[in-house]
């Protein structure tokens, strides 16, 4: 008798209120049965698909794959789980077996919009988004708008913000933080108002407060708008944002009150969060306006300079190799700092390290910490973290808070991003947010190595121009 089509089965409104280690740990048990269960029962293809899936929800891809495997070539598959291991396969960039297990849970379901949405996934990571695009358009005239997952809706927000389509993409962002459903794993929640919002009109006679709610990176890049607003004629600009950003915006001839966004004092007339303001200034490619540009405190320019006198005899560069711990993909943009140490030899180059964290254990207990310094934790703000910055002669950084800062500073930049990076850096070629950014992009997952083989090839050269 032929055997059951394995299905996936999930209870959506189920709700598990224990702790994240309760759930590891109870995680971890189920992975230690299954995996007994599958040594003694190798020909049980339930047991290795309810492995994968274990394997998965830890983002481990190479052994979910490994697994969902053992199930393609021994048990018969209905064509929605065909299309739930092509999204897997997919993650891990296995793309040729991921195209070809959706296409064919496709061709096996024609009218099943979520095997199209799946594939309109395989679009996205695979960066063609125009093709994605055009698969969300047919869904969409095809589907009860209810049926339109949040986590469809947010994806198909990304596939036009790297297309570079920002009013289309940030609308749908901002309908998801309205209802508070937008991907709450990086940390963003339901915004939480506490005036009448700002829809774009005039401001003349009214009092404006601007809410920098994302982190301080994506708070950073989007201060660039700081002039466009004070064009509106408001009669005040509050700025709420983050404390290590308050000194750098002192000085700012744009800002009247600087205020911690913790402050829940209603001080104005209106209104708006600041990852709105390109969706109604209309932004494009062409019309983004420019980095921010910040006039840094005294004491901290001098701080800077006291800081850099002992090696003004050498090429000054600031480095970074990874970001928050807490941020989830924070393992997909990183790398070791052997990377950078091995850049080390090259003649008359002193690094400094624009890390703010615990310093790696290679460079504690070595001689090598004299080859990248740690300055960074010394920092007292941000304000001081980009006067440091703007007197070093270049920065290699990931994407993070120190890539927007240190794009906003006249030191020249060199952004190293992971193979499909975050939408601000569109194709990785070019990003208009930071025209003279040069950026050093993964062309597939897996070792940063070739990358750091062109970085070094050409540091040799800017260090061979660019001499103290």
């Known amino acids: 008798m032929a055997s059951k089509p394995i299905t996936i089965k ?14 590891r ?13 599958v040594k003694a029962e190798p020909e049980n293809w339930s047991a290795w698909a309810k492995l994968a899936e274990l394997y998965a929800k830890e983002k481990d891809w190479k052994r979910a794959i490994s697994c969902y495997n053992k199930v393609l070539k021994g048990a018969p ?37 979520h095997h199209k949405l799946d594939l309109c996934r395989l679009h996205r990571y695979s960066g063609r988004y125009e093709d994605a695009l055009a698969v969300y358009q047919t869904v969409r005239e095809n589907i009860a708008p209810n049926l339109m997952a949040e986590t469809n809706r947010s994806n198909e927000a990304y596939v036009h913000l790297s297309a570079q389509n920002y009013v289309k993409g940030l609308t749908f962002l901002k309908e998801s933080w309205d209802r508070g459903t937008k991907a709450t794993a990086l940390g ?36 660039r708008y700081l002039p466009m607003l004070a064009s509106m004629n408001p009669d005040k600009i509050y700025v709420a944002v983050a404390k290590p950003l308050h000194r750098l915006l002192k000085n700012n001839p744009h800002v009247d009150v600087i205020m911690d ?88 180059i002193q690094m400094f390290s624009l890390y703010k964290g615990d310093m790696p254990t290679v460079l504690n207990t070595s001689p090598a910490k004299e080859q990248i310094l740690d300055v960074s934790n010394s920092d007292r703000d941000l304000a001081d973290s980009a006067a440091f910055m703007e007197q070093l002669d270049l920065i290699i950084t990931i994407d993070s808070a120190v ?17 499909l990076p975050f939408w601000y850096y569109a194709d990785g070629i070019k990003t208009p947010w930071y025209p003279d950014m040069r950026l050093f992009t993964k062309d597939r997952p897996g070792s940063w190595a070739p990358i750091f083989q062109h970085v070094r090839r050409e540091l040799e050269k800017f260090a061979a121009v660019h001499k103290p």
Request: glycine share 8%.
């Open 403 to 419: 890539a927007h800062l240190s794009g906003s500073t006249s030191t020249p930049v060199w952004c190293l991003l992971k193979h």
């Open 77 to 113: 598959l209905s064509a929605g789980m065909k299309s739930h291991i092509g999204v897997i396969h997919a993650r891990g960039f296995r793309m040729g077996k991921a195209y070809q297990l959706v296409e064919e849970a496709i061709a096996e379901e024609p009218n099943n919009n």
């Open 10 to 23: 999930t209870n959506k409104s189920a709700k598990i209120a224990i702790g994240k280690g309760v759930m």
């Open 188 to 223: 963003w929640h339901k915004r939480k108002y506490k005036l009448p919002l700002w829809e774009g009109d005039d401001l003349t006679g009214r009092t404006i407060m601007l809410t920098c709610e994302q982190g301080l990176g994506d708070g950073i890049i989007m201060l």
């Open 261 to 348: 966004r913790s402050d829940n004092t209603p001080v104005a007339d209106v209104e708006v969060c600041s990852f709105d303001l390109p969706l109604f200034f209309k932004s494009t490619p062409e019309t983004l306006p420019p980095p921010a540009t910040f006039n840094l405190p005294k004491s901290s320019v001098g701080r800077a300079a006291k800081i850099l006198a002992p090696h003004k005899n050498k090429m000054k560069v600031g480095v970074l190799w990874t970001g928050n711990p807490k941020f989830p993909e924070n393992h997909l943009r990183s790398f070791p700092i052997q990377q950078f140490l091995r850049l080390s030899d090259i003649p008359n």
């Open 25 to 37: 740990g109870i995680q971890k048990t189920k992975m230690e049965t299954l995996r007994e269960t």
